[in-house]
Nanobody, 119 residues
């Protein structure tokens, strides 16, 4: 089992920045990748960014060049630095971690943190 706790959401104006944090606990040695997803009202949850254990990253096209995902293994924490925020970035942001074992993949989610971008 893996527990994920997000923090760092809030209300900001367009063009401002926020940094989200996701602290993992539990069976963290089994985690092979972590990521951030978001879900806006009336829309499906979508991938924002992922980082695998080797450090490779991938991003949604809509956030490339503005968002950066990073991982601090010593703190078991993943961050999402969000710069130049836009109104369309408004959503609940969820942290996700995947582990594997016995040939199966397990996916864990945090409770979500609200990000609102509005003037």
């Amino acid at each position: 089992q893996v527990q994920l706790v997000e923090s760092g959401g809030g209300l900001v104006q367009p063009g401002e920045s926020l940094r989200l944090s996701c602290a993992a606990s539990g069976s963290i040695s089994r985690i092979y990748d972590m990521g951030w997803y978001r879900q806006a009202p009336g829309k499906q949850r979508e991938l924002v960014a992922r980082i695998i254990s080797g450090g490779s990253t991938n991003y949604a096209d809509s956030v490339k060049g503005r968002f950066t995902i990073s991982r601090d293994n010593a703190k078991n924490t993943v961050y999402l630095q969000m710069n130049n925020l836009k109104a369309e970035d408004t959503a609940v942001y969820y942290c996700n971690a995947q582990t594997s074992g016995g040939g199966l993949i397990y996916s864990y989610w945090g409770q979500g943190t609200q990000v609102t971008v509005s003037s």
